[in-house]
């Protein structure tokens, strides 16, 4: 201890130096400290107090997750509340990943021994399972049979992580018959989502599907609904760890056709190995009572999505199953525009119902002959006789007389040459030539000899069969009718145009109708064959033959080789318009048949049919199943 | 020398007499401390002890033990196990080196029977103490002698290297930043400081681009800019922000956060920890704990300040410099301040290891605080 003491006051001297350095630097560090800590507490500061609401909001952003709920989207009837488009249920099988023992693979094959899958549905359904956490479940199939789907709960027990599940899907009970009426629902495309301009969200919600044609796709947006939606917290994994608040979506509104469901069927049935257009029109409100395109297709199919196989035999069908033939299809009119010639004619004073034109069984205008379609003729030829026996020179030379500029105002009045504006979209406007579009595209003036052909229908003329179904209307109520097909959304009934009087002279028209009368009610009539017996339900009408080959001069000289010869595609289009009663007209019909120009006149027929059924139902004096709103009651 | 300490009496002191010369403020306050991180791991199991808070509360008590314990033998012993501390953590080093040459990413594990360590934690105390021992037998002027000062550069150099190839960027910085700070308070001249300072700002560069890994680029980048990858390694730094952010002002409540309970805060039990606190207490109670950190650093620079000897007093402070670090670190990590590093709050970040190495620290901070009258002879090899 003594030599320790000895030594140690050179030792605190130095220690002195040491402590007082040490001391400085200490306080130094400490105002270091200080700082860095004056600087975490600034930036809890600045995160805390000044951004805190900004990170508040991120919080819940990560935390709650919008799921949104489709609604059943909305049914549609028939004017007496047939349910034309409807739900049924779709049983449907899921794996959940994470719930399998020995993975997805092995469930899959487990689940294949129960219920019949196929090799391509293993892939996509592995490749799903891998693109999403293990807790979301992959749809391996839908719309199974119930067989399967009972055969499947009842081997559950044996296959852990498989989930059956119901779900709805769109169902179309009447399927080909109303596929262009009502058209279908599919998937959302890519540019589908890109035009959402209202942002609707239903859109994004997996599995929705929409209106893609017919009455389906104009009123998508009511039919669908309104989307309710489901705030679910989720954890960073997606896991929906409980639901806050849900929001029922609103069921979309259903809609009510002025279709007659029965009549619709029975049109269809007897065309459907046809490829045919038909209509059939209330003459007074322009409301339509059947629309048929046959072949159709399957909507139930596009709903649940087209097998390769399906879309081949859809598009390859040369029947085209997927064109809506009454909208937009379009034939030339052949003699049923002879009406139209001959109720311009008459309303503009170029003829007489008593004007007499002869008929040699040809007309030779400067060097060029047009040839009736009776060999020998018809001789002398008034209205009555011209429209009866369907005259060709008696129509060439009332055309000649009135001249095409009054012709192509007369069809487009009577509703030809432009679309009818009918509520389903695909109408094409058909056409009716004049002198200044002839010109624009030809570079060429018009030629009287045009002006024949168009007077019997031919040449440029094209129509599609709803319009010559409103011409019929038109001739028939003497008003200015538009095709509807939609009575009402939900209990809002559809606006609808006053109709106005077509503003032909009565005189005309009741000439006109007297003569189509006489087609179809008396001996020499060119549907004289295929009259409705019973007097009270007699139908007008006017037959028409379009040739979509040209008749060779050699072939006028040696006989017409028939229809019946001739190879599908080469025989003529069967046309006909119609209305019945004869006497107070309630229905108007048009049905053209494509390459069904026969001697049994198939067409005239089904309208003869249609016009009966639609008669004797009294479809249009029943009580119909609309839903009318106060506000339309005191209309 | 009107100081009363130890070595003027002539027997040792006893047991209780140590006991009652600690420093009770301290351990009182370093066990709110722990208690607040047993609360937050309590709320990061979704209000559970298991599988964090009541292991932690293990640790603590055991590592409670151990500081007391520490706390109570003479700092002269400290003093002589200095260098074979060193030497032995040296070789952990170097062992996890070579054994963990194969297995996964970073190797910073060794078994050692039933125990996992972690070497370059104990690394952490056995480098302040080596340091405070060499510089402890040091005059000021010596400090800054090339010669003399080869000693103790080389001492932090050889671990730092060695942490860095584990590679573990968080605790190789720790070590050089408070091996440099115990250099700075044992008075080595501003004349080398100065123009280190400039050295490094320059080496920052080539470090970028020569010594860095790919993974450790990574982390800066996205620190840079967390959005261009906010679903990968920005995520972290992006989710914490908002978990403190969201905390606001008195926070969201005990049990309440939705970043931690709903897994969107990465790592939450760990070094994320300090997030938690935020997200659940707000800025009040962020502000709380750092007080009570600040606190214990306050503590821990009266003790160096009043410590007699050389060797106290650079124990006590390499020990507080040690804690402030890694505060600092985590804090400045977690806040998006710097790039993410894998330091852990001390005290509140779950982890065995780490817990273990800061009671040990305190333990030897309280053990300079009730020896802080004794003279410590320049060797102190025959306590021993």
């Known amino acids: 201890m003594r030599r320790l003491r000895r030594r140690s006051p050179p030792k605190v001297a130095k220690d002195k130096g040491r402590y007082a350095s040490f001391t400085r630097r200490t306080l130094l560090l400490s105002g270091g400290m200080t700082a860095i800590f004056g600087v975490l507490a600034g930036r809890l500061y600045q995160l805390q107090i000044v951004d805190g609401d900004?990170?508040?909001?991120?919080?819940?952003?990560?935390?709650?997750?919008?799921?949104?709920?489709?609604?059943?989207?909305?049914?549609?009837?028939?004017?007496?509340?047939?349910?034309?488009?409807?739900?049924?249920?779709?049983?449907?099988?899921?794996?959940?990943?994470?719930?399998?023992?020995?993975?997805?693979?092995?469930?899959?094959?487990?689940?294949?021994?129960?219920?019949?899958?196929?090799?391509?549905?293993?892939?996509?359904?592995?490749?799903?399972?891998?693109?999403?956490?293990?807790?979301?479940?992959?749809?391996?199939?839908?719309?199974?049979?119930?067989?399967?789907?009972?055969?499947?709960?009842?081997?559950?027990?044996?296959?852990?992580?498989?989930?059956?599940?119901?779900?709805?899907?769109?169902?179309?009970?009447?399927?080909?018959?109303?596929?262009?009426?009502?058209?279908?629902?599919?998937?959302?495309?890519?540019?589908?989502?890109?035009?959402?301009?209202?942002?609707?969200?239903?859109?994004?919600?997996?599995?929705?599907?929409?209106?893609?044609?017919?009455?389906?796709?104009?009123?998508?947006?009511?039919?669908?609904?309104?989307?309710?939606?489901?705030?679910?917290?989720?954890?960073?994994?997606?896991?929906?760890?409980?639901?806050?608040?849900?929001?029922?979506?609103?069921?979309?509104?259903?809609?009510?056709?002025?279709?007659?469901?029965?009549l619709q069927s029975f049109m269809y049935e007897r065309l459907k190995d046809d490829s045919a257009g038909a209509a059939v029109m209330d003459v007074e409100t322009g409301d339509l009572l059947a629309l048929v395109s046959t072949p159709g297709f399957d909507p139930n199919a596009f709903n649940v999505g087209l097998t390769p196989d399906q879309w081949g035999a859809l598009t390859e069908n040369d029947h085209k199953p997927l064109i809506n033939k009454p909208l937009a299809g379009f034939y030339p009119p052949g003699s049923t525009f002879k009406t139209v010639t001959a109720l311009t004619a008459l309303d503009a004073g170029a003829i007489t119902p008593d004007t007499i034109f002869h008929c040699s069984g040809q007309f030779t205008l400067g060097s060029h002959a047009f040839h009736c379609w009776k060999k020998g003729g018809h001789g002398a030829v008034n209205l009555r006789q011209g429209l009866k026996a369907s005259c060709d020179c008696y129509f060439y030379q009332v055309a000649l007389k009135l001249g095409i500029d009054a012709l192509?105002?007369?069809?487009?009045?009577?509703?030809?040459?432009?679309?009818?504006?009918?509520?389903?979209?695909?109408?094409?406007?058909?056409?009716?030539?004049?002198?200044?579009?002839?010109?624009?595209?030809?570079?060429?003036?018009?030629?009287?000899?045009?002006?024949?052909?168009?007077?019997?229908?031919?040449g440029y003329i094209l129509a599609t069969p709803l319009q010559l179904c409103v011409l019929a209307a038109r001739l028939a109520g003497g008003m200015q009718v538009t095709p509807h097909l939609v009575h009402s959304l939900g209990a809002q009934k559809q606006p609808r145009p006053v109709v106005e009087p077509i503003g032909f002279s009565p005189e005309a028209l009741a000439a006109v109708r007297d003569a189509m009368v006489a087609v179809a009610n008396e001996p020499g009539g060119t549907a004289f064959a295929w009259r409705i017996t019973d007097p009270a339900l007699a139908m007008a009408g006017k037959t028409g033959t379009a040739q979509v080959r040209v008749i060779s001069e050699e072939e006028r000289l040696h006989g017409i080789r028939s229809n019946e010869s001739l190879p599908w595609k080469l025989r003529d289009h069967g046309l006909f318009i119609g209305f019945a009663p004869a006497d107070k007209p309630r229905y108007a019909c048009a049905v053209v048949i494509e390459h069904g120009g026969l001697n049994a006149h198939p067409q005239v027929q089904l309208a003869r049919d249609a016009l009966t059924l639609a008669q004797k139902r009294d479809i249009l004096g029943r009580p119909t199943a609309y839903p009318v709103n106060s506000a339309d009651a005191s209309l | 020398m009107s100081v009363h300490s130890y070595s003027d009496r002539r027997r040792p002191a006893s047991l209780s007499h140590k006991l009652s010369e600690v420093n009770w403020r301290l351990v009182v306050l370093i066990t709110l401390i722990a208690c607040a991180g047993f609360m937050m791991l309590y709320s990061a199991a979704g209000g559970s002890f298991s599988p964090w808070a009541a292991r932690q509360m293990a640790r603590f008590v055991v590592g409670f033990f151990i500081l007391v314990a520490v706390a109570c033998v003479d700092l002269r012993v400290?003093?002589?196990?200095?260098?074979?501390?060193?030497?032995?953590?040296?070789?952990?080093?170097?062992?996890?080196?070579?054994?963990?040459?194969?297995?996964?990413?970073?190797?910073?594990?060794?078994?050692?029977?039933?125990?996992?360590?972690?070497?370059?934690?104990?690394?952490?105390?056995?480098?302040?103490?080596?340091?405070?021992?060499?510089?402890?037998?040091?005059?000021?002027?010596?400090?800054?002698?090339?010669?003399?000062?080869?000693?103790?550069?080389?001492?932090?150099?050889?671990?730092?290297?060695?942490?860095?190839?584990q590679p573990n960027l968080g605790t190789a910085t720790l070590l050089a930043l408070c091996g440099?700070?115990?250099?700075?308070?044992?008075?080595?001249?501003?004349?080398?400081?100065?123009?280190?300072?400039?050295?490094?700002?320059?080496?920052?560069?080539?470090?970028?681009?020569?010594?860095?890994?790919?993974?450790?680029?990574?982390?800066?980048?996205?620190?840079?800019?967390?959005?261009?990858?906010?679903?990968?390694?920005?995520?972290?730094?992006?989710?914490?922000?908002?978990?403190l952010g969201s905390g606001g002002i008195v926070g969201k409540g005990f049990l309440l956060g939705t970043q931690s309970r709903l897994n969107f805060l990465p790592e939450k039990e760990t070094d994320f920890i300090f997030t938690m606190i935020g997200e659940e207490f707000g800025f009040l109670g962020s502000m709380v704990l750092l007080a009570m950190f600040a606190l214990v650093l306050y503590y821990g620079i009266q003790i160096a300040m009043k410590a007699r000897s050389q060797f106290g007093r650079l124990l006590a402070m390499g020990i507080t410099v040690n804690f402030f670090l890694y505060i600092m670190i985590n804090g400045l990590m977690v806040m998006g301040l710097i790039p993410v590093v894998g330091i852990p709050m001390p005290l509140i970040s779950y982890g065995g290891s780490a817990m273990m190495t800061v009671m040990f620290g305190f333990g030897l901070l309280m053990s300079v605080h009730v020896h802080r009258g004794i003279a410590v002879p320049k060797r102190s090899s025959g306590m021993i």
């Open chain 2, 78 to 165: 400290w003093m002589g196990l200095a260098y074979p501390a060193y030497a032995f953590s040296l070789v952990l080093l170097v062992a996890v080196e070579v054994a963990g040459r194969v297995g996964l990413g970073a190797q910073r594990w060794i078994e050692l029977g039933p125990l996992a360590l972690q070497p370059s934690e104990l690394m952490k105390i056995a480098l302040v103490l080596a340091l405070a021992r060499y510089l402890h037998g040091l005059v000021p002027g010596e400090v800054s002698k090339p010669l003399k000062l080869f000693v103790p550069l080389a001492m932090i150099a050889v671990p730092v290297v060695l942490v860095l190839m």
């Open chain 1, 408 to 458: 192509q105002a007369g069809a487009r009045r009577l509703g030809l040459g432009a679309p009818t504006g009918i509520e389903i979209p695909g109408e094409r406007a058909g056409f009716i030539p004049d002198r200044y579009w002839k010109q624009a595209t030809f570079k060429e003036s018009w030629q009287l000899g045009e002006t024949l052909v168009a007077g019997i229908g031919q």
């Open chain 2, 180 to 243: 440099a700070l115990l250099l700075f308070l044992a008075g080595l001249s501003w004349y080398w400081i100065v123009p280190t300072l400039s050295a490094v700002a320059l080496a920052v560069p080539i470090a970028w681009q020569f010594v860095l890994h790919d993974y450790q680029k990574q982390r800066v980048m996205t620190f840079l800019d967390p959005h261009t990858d906010a679903l990968g390694a920005g995520w972290n730094i992006t989710q914490a922000k908002i978990a």
């Open chain 1, 54 to 262: 900004s990170y508040l909001t991120q919080a819940e952003d990560n935390r709650i997750s919008l799921r949104l709920l489709a609604p059943p989207r909305g049914r549609i009837f028939d004017r007496f509340g047939v349910p034309l488009a409807g739900s049924r249920r779709n049983y449907r099988v899921l794996v959940v990943p994470e719930q399998t023992r020995g993975g997805v693979a092995a469930a899959y094959d487990a689940l294949a021994k129960v219920i019949p899958l196929n090799e391509r549905v293993r892939g996509r359904v592995l490749k799903d399972a891998a693109a999403h956490k293990s807790f979301m479940p992959v749809l391996v199939a839908d719309n199974l049979s119930w067989d399967d789907f009972a055969r499947l709960n009842l081997e559950l027990p044996y296959l852990p992580g498989v989930q059956p599940d119901v779900g709805e899907t769109r169902d179309y009970p009447y399927a080909e018959e109303l596929s262009h009426v009502l058209g279908y629902v599919a998937a959302v495309s890519p540019e589908e989502k890109a035009q959402n301009a209202e942002g609707d969200q239903l859109l994004d919600v997996p599995g929705f599907r929409m209106g893609k044609r017919g009455v389906e796709k104009t009123f998508d947006k009511d039919i669908r609904g309104q989307a309710g939606a489901s705030r679910v917290e989720v954890n960073a994994y997606g896991r929906v760890i409980r639901e806050l608040e849900r929001k029922p979506g609103q069921v979309g509104e259903e809609v009510y056709l002025t279709i007659d469901q029965e």
